[in-house]
């Protein structure tokens, strides 16, 4: 399945994606060249000069300098493992600040952007959040919560709107995306010692979920296959017919990030099955999955 065919770009009809009415394909020629290499921008949060919030121990240190590393282990799991599906490059507000960094990362073509950032507040303060901007990015950022959340265990704080999360500080950042996915992570809270220490010893594994997971959703965000769509959600109810009267499958709840294959459309409820278990059929909320 190429993504190189613009006909076949048309079908994946971005109305249905997030519900955002316009056309992907511009996304999609910037990718095309007969490989499905999706390419994610990592855009790390602050500058050298003004490094953000300081973690406690055992971190000790910037949320610049901390995510510069983080950065260069999720480009380094990208360039080993992902070679057939994600291209990473990294991407500082060093020069030119915000507006500076996602120029550079358009010009780059990026699919999709994730900015790096850790929380910080009193040292009780705990939990992993996700934020997004436009609608078109809040199913990168549920499938990044996820596994963000199984990979430190911390407190679900959600995925949120800048405005949810703070009163709006970082819509700036999410907002250079235009249709294309842009998310700002704060997996734990520099203040917190007990954050830190998890955030610290699982730091590689932070970084190859965050990769995967972003890579699992924009190769089906940006596949071919019209029938192909994803779980948005971090749980998402199958059940045996259109509707909450019928019950629900015990083969559900899915998880976000699952691949789901339409078999038929209706106008709010979709009748799906799993592509590897073809057998399990049932029907899902069509608001819930992309
Ligand atoms: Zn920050």
């Not at 060093?94 to 960094?101: C, I, K, L």
């Not at 699982?202 to 959703?217: D, S």
Request: overall charge negative.
């Amino acid at each position: 399945m190429s993504n190189g065919d613009s006909i076949a770009a048309e079908r994946l009809c971005p109305s249905r994606l997030f519900g955002y009415p316009v056309s992907l394909s511009g996304v999609l020629e910037t990718t095309a060249g007969g490989t499905n290499m999706k390419k994610l921008a990592i855009v790390v949060g602050h500058t050298g000069a003004r490094p953000g919030a300081f973690a406690v121990d055992p971190i000790a240190q910037s949320e610049n300098a901390w995510n510069a590393d983080l950065a260069g282990r999720m480009k380094a799991f990208a360039d080993s493992h992902l070679t057939d599906s994600l291209s990473v490059e990294i991407f500082t507000r060093d020069d030119g600040g915000v507006s500076g960094a996602y120029r550079r990362v358009r010009e780059w073509g990026a699919d999709a952007a994730i900015e790096l950032h850790f929380n910080a507040a009193t040292p009780a303060a705990t939990g992993t959040e996700t934020l997004y901007h436009t609608a078109a990015s809040r199913g990168l950022a549920e499938v990044v919560q996820a596994a963000t959340l199984e990979t430190l265990g911390l407190r679900d704080r959600g995925v949120k709107t800048p405005h949810e999360a703070s009163g709006g500080r970082g819509t700036a950042n999410l907002s250079q995306m235009g249709v294309r996915p842009s998310i700002l992570t704060e997996p734990f809270f520099g203040s917190n010692p007990g954050d830190c220490a998890i955030a610290q010893s699982r730091k590689q594994h932070l970084a190859e979920a965050q990769v995967g997971a972003a890579a699992r959703y924009l190769s089906a965000l940006y596949d071919d296959d019209p029938d192909a769509v994803m779980v948005i959600p971090e749980a998402l109810n199958v059940r045996g017919g259109p509707g909450t009267d019928f019950g629900t499958l015990s083969w559900g709840p899915l998880t976000a990030g699952t691949v789901l294959t339409v078999l038929d459309r209706g106008r709010v409820w979709w009748k799906v099955c799993l592509p590897e278990t073809p057998s399990r059929i049932g029907f899902v909320h069509s608001d819930y999955v992309a």
